[in-house]
């Protein structure tokens, strides 16, 4: 059985958990945006113009007791468009599991950022249902849940000596945001950088992680679908992070049709 549960997962998910950007080096990512799937279909066209190293983690259960996975999802809006995210879908079901998405930073310099915000672009995507997924107890199948209104947000830099200085906060969806998705289709968390309590590290920020744990979802939504499509900085509170990605969108494109 467990065997025909591997065979699942690779099948009908794109990418395996093992899976991270193919760049050669961490480029530094100093904002204010530093991951966008804007015009993006496919995860290998991502990892080419995202510019961002990401990966998932897991914890060392084997995948019939957790998972994680990640793909390019497309999602229409409200307003009619048609945008892709990057869907990340995890099992935590069993005690104790836990797994995350990661994103190098390059030991980016975020100080400009120190009274703004980070922001994350994010929509909470419906069962997957396609994966199967067993009680390692009962042999029974599971059915994909809800997607979770808890994560936790990492931040990792270095000090001056080069020793890594850490803080996670815990962010709970609440009705605002799932009010601004029915409005939009996605929604903004926003958290101020200042409460990380890292700004006098923010000249060599290293890592970004969202991490998924067991112990702080609920059991309706352990095995769930979140849609990532942009994470921002802003030098101020409560700035327009529409006009900041429209600009660093036609930046990109310039770019593009400019090498």
């Not at 993006?40 to 897991?58: M, P, T």
């Not at 199967?132 to 990492?154: G, H, I, S």
């Amino acid at each position: 059985m467990r065997d025909i549960i591997r065979a699942s997962l690779a099948l009908l998910l794109a990418v395996p958990s093992s899976s991270v950007a193919r760049a050669q080096e961490v480029e530094r990512l100093n904002g204010p945006v530093v991951f966008d799937t804007y015009g993006v279909s496919e995860l290998a066209d991502l990892f080419i113009k995202s510019g961002v190293q990401f990966g998932v983690y897991r914890n060392p259960d084997p995948k019939f007791v957790q998972f994680i996975e990640y793909r390019i999802q497309p999602v229409q809006l409200p307003n009619g468009s048609t945008e892709p995210f990057l869907a990340v879908y995890c099992n935590v079901t069993e005690p104790e599991t836990y797994n995350g998405v990661w994103f190098k930073m390059g030991e980016a310099d975020w100080r400009r950022y120190g009274r703004g915000e980070l922001v994350l672009r994010l929509r909470q995507l419906p069962p997957l249902g396609v994966v199967q997924v067993f009680d390692p107890d009962t042999d029974q199948r599971l059915a994909d849940t809800d997607c979770t209104d808890t994560f936790k947000l990492e931040l990792k830099t270095l000090n001056a000596v080069g020793t890594k200085e850490e803080f996670a906060l815990g962010h709970q969806v609440g009705s605002r945001e799932k009010a601004e998705q029915r409005a939009n289709g996605y929604f903004d968390v926003k958290i101020p950088l200042s409460h990380f309590g890292l700004n006098q590290y923010l000249d060599r920020v290293s890592e970004f992680v969202i991490t998924f744990e067991n112990r702080s979802i609920a059991p309706s939504q352990r095995r769930g679908n979140l849609g990532l499509q942009a994470i921002v900085l802003t030098t101020a509170r409560g700035e327009n992070v529409d006009r900041i990605l429209i600009e660093a969108r036609k930046a990109r494109q310039q770019q593009g049709t400019n090498p």
